[in-house]
C-alpha cells in the first residue's frame, strides 16, 4: 500500500511538468506572425556546471550523501525576436553523480544520466530572464569505490523531467553566461528527485 501511494506522489510531478513543457510548446505557435526574427537561428552550444540537492529518495538509507554534483551539454537553435522574445529549442545531454554518505572505501555512489530535448524561452536583449523545460530518457548507474566497479540499477531506465528559470547576460554578440536553478524528477527505481543550482556559458555562432 506504502509503494502505491509512493507511486502515486511521484507521477503528480510528471503530470506537473509536462503540463509545463506543453505550455511553452503552446506558447511557440502562438507567436504574432508579425513578431518576425530579428535575426534567425544560430547554433547554440550550451555548457552548464551544476551542485546538486537531492530531494528523493531519502539519502540516509540508501548510504548516500544529500549533496551532489553535475554538468549538462546542450545543443540547440536561438531564435531572436524584434519584440526582445529570444526562443530556443534544444537537446542535449546531462550526468548527475550523488556522493556517498561516508568514506570507508565500499560507500556506493549514484550516477543519473539523462538524454533530452526541449525549449528555452526568455524576453529581452542584454539581460534576459528565461524559463526552461526539458524531458527525455533516463537511467541510473551505481559504483563502490572501493571495489572499483560500476553497473546499471535494475529497472532503472525512464523518462526523465526537468523545469528551470535562468538569468541570461550577454557579455557579446556570440557569448551569454548566466545562473540558473532547476528541479529534476527520473520516473526510475527510487523516482529520484532533486534540486540544481549552478552556472552556464552559451557560444552562439
Not at 503528480?12 to 513543457?21: G, I, Y
Not at 551544476?50 to 531564435?79: E, I, Q
Not at 531572436?80 to 530556443?88: E, Q, S
Not at 526568455?122 to 548507474?141: E, N
Request: a neutral charge.
Amino acid at each position: 500500500m506504502s509503494r502505491n501511494r509512493m507511486s502515486a506522489r511521484g507521477r503528480r510531478p510528471v503530470l506537473s511538468l509536462a503540463l509545463a513543457a506543453a505550455s511553452a510548446c503552446a506558447a511557440v505557435a502562438l507567436v504574432p506572425r508579425e513578431a518576425q526574427a530579428a535575426n534567425y537561428g544560430r547554433f547554440d552550444l550550451g555548457l552548464d556546471g551544476d551542485a546538486t540537492a537531492l530531494m528523493h529518495p531519502d539519502a540516509s538509507s540508501n548510504n548516500l550523501s544529500t549533496l551532489g554534483t553535475g554538468f549538462k551539454v546542450r545543443f540547440g537553435d536561438h531564435f531572436g525576436y524584434r519584440n526582445g522574445l529570444v526562443l530556443t529549442p534544444e537537446v542535449g545531454y546531462a550526468f548527475d553523480h550523488v556522493f556517498p554518505a561516508g568514506n570507508n572505501g565500499l560507500d556506493v555512489a549514484e550516477n543519473m544520466n539523462r538524454i533530452f530535448a526541449g525549449l528555452r524561452v526568455g524576453f529581452g536583449r542584454f539581460v534576459m530572464p528565461t524559463v526552461y523545460a526539458h524531458a527525455g530518457y533516463g537511467f541510473q548507474s551505481v559504483s563502490v569505490s572501493g571495489l572499483n566497479n560500476a553497473g546499471t540499477v535494475p529497472g532503472s531506465n525512464g523518462l526523465t523531467l526537468d523545469v528551470g528559470v535562468a538569468v541570461e547576460f550577454r557579455l557579446a554578440t556570440h557569448l551569454m553566461i548566466g545562473p540558473h536553478a532547476e528541479y529534476v524528477y527520473m520516473d526510475t527505481t527510487g523516482t529520484p528527485q532533486w534540486l540544481a543550482f549552478g552556472g552556464h556559458i552559451d557560444f552562439l555562432f
